[in-house]
């Protein structure tokens, strides 16, 4: 089973930045993409950006030459570095990951998520 703890939400004026991070704990084999998505008020959950354990990286076209999404696999963790934020930008935003648990099955998992609030 894992745990994911997420950081680095909160309120930013429009143009400023932020960097969330997401770190995974708990007994797995291993985790082979990790991403973030978020949900505004009165809409779907939607795509921002995953990663997979090799590197491969896909980005939402609202974000894409915004933000940077990374991940240190010995951390386990994954960031998403977020610049010239936008009003629209505003939403939880809930980490995401799909790994081999310990029995080898695959599963996958929720952050609790972080708010992310733009002010324009």
């Known amino acids: 089973q894992v745990q994911l703890m997420e950081s680095g939400g909160g309120s930013v004026q429009a143009g400023g930045s932020l960097r969330l991070s997401c770190a995974a704990s708990?007994?797995?084999?291993?985790?082979?993409?990790m991403g973030w998505y978020r949900q505004a008020p009165g809409k779907q959950r939607e795509l921002v950006a995953t990663?997979?354990?090799?590197?491969?990286?896909n980005y939402a076209d609202s974000v894409k030459g915004r933000s940077t999404i990374s991940r240190d696999n010995a951390k386990n963790t994954v960031y998403l570095q977020m610049n010239s934020l936008k009003a629209e930008d505003s939403a939880i935003y809930y980490c995401?990951?799909?790994?081999?648990?310990?029995?080898?099955?695959?599963?996958?998992?929720w952050g609790p998520g972080t708010q992310v609030t733009v002010s324009s």
């Open positions: 995401h990951v799909d790994y081999l648990n310990s029995d080898w099955r695959p599963r996958d998992y």
């Open positions: 708990g007994t797995f084999f291993t985790i082979n993409v």
């Open positions: 990663i997979t354990s090799r590197g491969n990286r």
